[in-house]
């Protein structure tokens, strides 16, 4: 049972010393937002990674979620939990009857289609100024579970790591399931898939389903974290983040999302004394990490790991 979930034990452990290594409240707010990311990125992954399913649309997705949360939380006074829980039903519906049409595309016409649902998302939440403040966003009250607040950096560095670990566990055994088992299979082959006798379509379905509801939480908790939302998180270039992060930790490892959104959520941080060269110099090392580790920056471990056996 250890030796299984080792890689768990693991995680635990570099959260906690993470956590005494803290200086202040910025290095825990930069570690939320990490961890936040990571969540999103492992959904995304799921569906990029393991079904073989490329979206540019899951910022607006993630968004529109977080807006429904937001809303309700701070304009209708519904508590946070309720309102988290009717933006996932929604967005799960959504996400469920676009899959239908969408889902049938496959490649670039597939990014396409739901690159125009993200566009439409992120147009949809400028124009409508009085329910989500247009394009100067909205403020979003504090989030609350049976009354405790969680009003603090630490609270949250606390629950998003919890969030974390659970919605890699969940994905652990779910992967290794029949269910994942059929997700690769329609990666390698939808044809080879529907041969015997499973429904591709159906398991497309279920598994963007998935992808977007684990969007849309760990988007609703950025936006009851910051205390604020903008239209920024729907837009265009926030997809593209997400599915940079996925490609730069490495596609279809669980491990690979989490480090890749990790380091490309940190590193803004780190080139910030680059002034005018920062975003060029953040530019070449995805460039460099894509052209000598094209498997994502895990392959990396991997390496290490087998050069390690080897000796």
Same mark, same amino acid.
């Given at each position: 049972m250890i030796k299984r979930n080792i890689d768990i034990i693991i995680l635990i452990f570099i959260l906690i010393v993470a956590a005494f290594a803290m200086k202040n409240d910025f290095y825990y707010e930069i570690a939320v937002l990490s961890i936040l990311n990571?969540?999103?990125?492992?959904?995304?992954? !799921?569906?990029? #990674?393991?079904?073989?399913? @490329?979206?540019?649309?899951?910022?607006?997705?993630?968004?529109?979620?977080?807006?429904?949360?937001?809303?309700?939380?701070?304009n209708y006074s519904l508590s946070p939990m309720l309102s988290l829980f009717i933006a996932v039903l929604f967005m799960g519906i959504f996400a469920y009857l676009i899959s239908k049409p969408i889902l049938k595309l496959e490649g670039h016409y597939l990014a396409?289609?739901? !690159?125009?649902? #993200?566009?439409?998302?992120? @147009?949809?939440?400028n124009a409508q100024g009085d329910l989500t403040g247009g394009p100067d966003g909205m403020g979003v009250d504090v989030f609350k579970v049976f009354g405790y607040e969680f009003d603090t950096n630490v609270k949250w560095y606390i629950l998003s790591s919890i969030m974390l670990?659970?919605?890699?566990?969940?994905?652990?055994?779910?992967?290794?399931?029949?269910?994942g088992r059929v997700l690769r299979g329609i990666h390698d082959s939808s044809v080879a898939v529907e041969s015997v006798g499973a429904d591709v379509a159906k398991y497309k379905s279920y598994v963007f389903v998935i992808s977007v509801i684990i969007a849309v939480v760990a988007g609703s908790m950025y936006a009851f974290f910051s205390g604020f939302i903008s239209p920024a998180e729907a837009s265009f270039n926030r997809s593209v983040e997400l599915v940079v992060m996925v490609v730069f930790g490495g596609i279809g490892r669980?491990?690979?999302?989490?480090?890749?959104?990790?380091?490309?959520?940190?590193?803004?941080?780190?080139?910030t004394s680059f002034e005018d060269y920062q975003t060029l110099i953040y530019g070449i090392i995805i460039i460099l990490v894509m052209m000598f580790m094209p498997k994502g920056i895990v392959s990396l471990f991997d390496k290490l790991r087998k050069n390690g056996a080897g000796s």
């Open positions: 990571a969540i999103i990125c492992i959904g995304l992954n !799921l569906l990029i #990674g393991y079904a073989g399913q @490329i979206s540019l649309g899951h910022g607006g997705f993630m968004a529109l979620g977080a807006y429904i949360s937001a809303i309700l939380s701070s396409m289609a739901t !690159l125009g649902v #993200g566009i439409i998302i992120y @147009i949809i939440i670990i659970l919605v890699i566990m969940a994905l652990k055994n779910l992967i290794k399931s029949p269910y669980i491990y690979g999302a989490v480090m890749g959104a990790v380091i490309l959520t940190v590193l803004p941080q780190l080139l």
